[in-house]
């Protein structure tokens, strides 16, 4: 994002690691960083936590939020994956996160995939 002026068209703002993505606006988001880590599995087993991102302030439903850390940068884009389910739904996406999760596991390891 650095060089192409649109960094400091950015506004600051927290949104929390939850179980089912990066939840900021009502409306989830992710990333290979929140994958590569399981923040999401984290977040189950131990609770949300906050965590400080990046946003273009003229959107008022962003496509995408920017993970604010200096030591992620090709890691940090975050895409709308939805907006938040219904308890029953919400159980199913997790599980397919698991099970997503399980199988990228068995193929590759805790290598990263990119």
Known sequence: MSGNGKQEQLKAA??????????????????????????????RVRG????????????????????DSEHFEEERVCQFIGIPMEPSETAAYQAKLRKLGDERRMLYGNRPLF
């Open 14 to 43: 927290t949104a929390q690691i939850t179980p089912e993505g990066i939840l900021f606006r009502d409306r989830y988001y992710t990333c290979r960083l929140a994958l590569r880590y399981n923040w999401y599995e984290q977040a």
């Open 48 to 67: 949300a936590w906050e965590i400080r991102i990046l946003f273009h302030p003229e959107d008022d439903q962003p496509e995408a939020v920017y993970i």
